[in-house]
């Protein structure tokens, strides 16, 4: 079971990565993701399905790469086990430019839209 930090964590992760203010990064690892503090890092990794739903888990590391902490989504309930898929998935998102590649789209179709001459194929 998670405690009341881990959950507060959790949380706090969520929001301020939905508010812009934690930048995700790739890493070498393939599904997961690092966001990087003065004092320690935070990984949010996807690991296999376990039936049929992705598994999600959080590691804290200090500056050394000591594991220091880890966070199974599995041993949150369901509502929170949703909550680390989000983050995962928006984590994901940001680090492929995907808001960047949204707002590109929609400037080039806006502009589209404004003069139908203009259509490239």
């Not at 790469?65 to 199974?72: F, K, L, N």
Request: aromatic residues 10%; without cysteine.
């Amino acid at each position: 079971m998670a405690d009341k930090k881990q959950e507060a964590l959790l949380s706090q992760l969520f929001d301020l990565t939905e508010a812009d203010r934690i930048t995700w990064q790739e890493t070498s690892e393939e599904n997961t993701f690092a966001a990087m503090f003065s004092e320690y890092v935070i990984t949010i990794s996807e690991k296999e399905e376990i039936f049929d739903r992705a598994s999600y888990e959080f590691t804290i590391r200090n500056k050394e790469g000591r594991v220091i902490d880890e966070i199974d989504g599995n041993a949150f309930d369901p509502d929170w086990q949703s909550l680390f898929e989000r983050l995962f998935t928006k984590a994901r998102r940001q680090v492929a430019g995907a808001e960047q590649a949204l707002n590109s789209i929609l400037d080039e179709l806006s502009k589209l839209k404004d003069d139908p001459e203009d259509i490239p194929f």
